[in-house]
């Protein structure tokens, strides 16, 4: 009961995560010609060409992407990314007669503001409202970009072409409007990196590592472990996973030992082809 009762309570904070977002784009944005990066950015500009409604753009560039997730990151991260995403989208087919403001500048950091907010409860809580999060992840994965880097260059592309489809202002307001939204995320989800360092004292770290590697199917690192004979050994672990991965390494670890102690940390920069997932003590 108490599992089902997070699982809903969590799900409650992704569609209160997913209608902050539709209020940022539907009072805000998409009033004043103004867009967000990543598929709803694409979605914003498509729907104008086309005519065709912005939540069904919305719904339909997503779903690649979770299925991507859902291959990467599991069936969890699919659903809760599901959720947001067709919550999102059901709320940008309601009407509105016009929106809170027509002053350019508002609209882009108050609608920055309700975006970030928005999308990062979403990351918060398991999942993501824009999948472009999810094909960031993974060119980190295989390219020497990193996350950031992939983001960055993802959104000056979709901002670029806003420019020639709104006019070179609103694609600078709509600039300001992603920046706005992208240091909200960080705000809500407490300085959340791309990468995060997760450090581990335990009597199980070898059960521990075994798990993790289960959950993101990466090595570990063992940094240190007591010998076997002491009354009672233990060992540290360190793991360097992404922000979509935090709350399913938490559960993997308390289901091996309750009592363990970690820390998760920031990791402003990783370097190294395979540094990040590396073993280097066995």
Not at 136 to 145: C, G, K, P, Q, S
Request: proline content about 4%; charged content about 15%.
């Amino acid at each position: 009961m108490h599992i089902v009762l997070q699982k809903i309570a969590r799900i409650g904070m992704i569609v209160i995560g997913s209608i902050l977002a539709a209020v940022g784009l539907q009072l805000f944005l998409l009033p004043n010609h103004l867009l967000d990066g990543g598929v709803t950015g694409i979605s914003i500009l498509s729907a104008h060409l086309s005519g065709i409604p912005f939540g069904a753009f919305l719904l339909v560039l997503n779903i690649p992407f979770v299925y991507l997730g859902w291959k990467k990151f599991g069936r969890d991260f699919a659903i809760y990314s599901s959720i947001g995403i067709v919550t999102l989208a059901g709320l940008t087919f309601v009407h509105l007669p016009h929106g809170f403001t027509d002053v350019p500048i508002l609209a882009a950091v108050f609608g920055g503001i309700f975006v970030g907010v928005g999308a990062g409860l979403v990351i918060r809580y398991g999942g993501v409202i824009d999948g472009a999060d999810t094909v960031a992840v993974l060119i980190d994965r295989v390219t020497v970009f990193s996350v950031g880097e992939a983001i960055m260059v993802i959104n000056g592309i979709i901002i670029a072409a806003a420019g020639f489809v709104f006019g070179w202002e609103n694609a600078l307001y709509s600039l300001i409007a992603y920046f706005v939204a992208h240091k909200a995320i960080d705000v809500t989800v407490e300085g959340l990196n791309e990468s995060r360092g997760v450090w581990i004292v335990s009597h199980h770290v070898r059960d521990i590592g075994a798990v993790i590697n289960e959950v993101i199917e990466e090595p570990v690192t063992y940094l240190k472990e007591s010998n076997p004979k002491d009354p009672e050994p233990h060992g540290i672990l360190l793991a360097v996973i992404t922000r979509f991965e935090e709350q399913k390494i938490k559960a993997a670890i308390y289901s091996v030992d309750p009592s363990a102690f970690v820390v998760i940390s920031n990791a402003h920069e990783v370097i190294g082809e395979s540094a990040k997932y590396a073993s280097l003590a066995d």
